[in-house]
Nanobody
Framework: QVQLVESGGGLVQAGGSLRLSCAAS????????MGWFRQAPGKEREFVAA????????DYADSVQGRFTITRDIAKNTVYLQMNSLKHEDTAVYYC?????????????????WGQGTQVTVSS
């Protein structure tokens, strides 16, 4: 059984930083893809960033490009999301997702496994 466990959420002032972690267990994702999504109250889940474990290539939503960085630690089977210059509109529950496929996607339906989510609140 695959499990994804997120950590690192919390309350931060606008302009501050947080780092989210997502540890995967149950299988190795060394050849596959992982991503971060977020969902604010009353809104649909939206793509934030994704990374291919095989070559480290990344993709970002326009709204976070230049402020967020996704990285992975293959040995730890863990993906990170470094969030800088946080804005009030970044407030949401952030979810880690993983796919057993080689590539990544901005579509939530592409991913097979999901974490429980971690709350990020940015005060203005």
């Amino acid at each position: 059984q695959v499990q994804l466990v997120e950590s690192g959420g919390g309350l931060v002032q606008a302009g501050g930083s947080l780092r989210l972690s997502c540890a995967a267990s149950g299988r190795t994702f060394s050849g596959y893809g992982m991503g971060w999504f977020r969902q604010a109250p009353g809104k649909e889940r939206e793509f934030v960033a994704a990374i291919r474990f095989s070559d480290g290539s990344t993709d970002y939503a326009d709204s976070v490009q230049g402020r967020f960085t996704i990285t992975r630690d293959i040995a730890k089977n863990t993906v990170y999301l470094q969030m800088n210059s946080l804005k009030h509109e970044d407030t949401a529950v952030y979810y880690c997702a993983a796919t057993g496929l080689f590539d990544v996607s901005r579509r939530p339906g592409w991913y097979d496994y999901w974490g429980q989510g971690t709350q990020v609140t940015v005060s203005s």
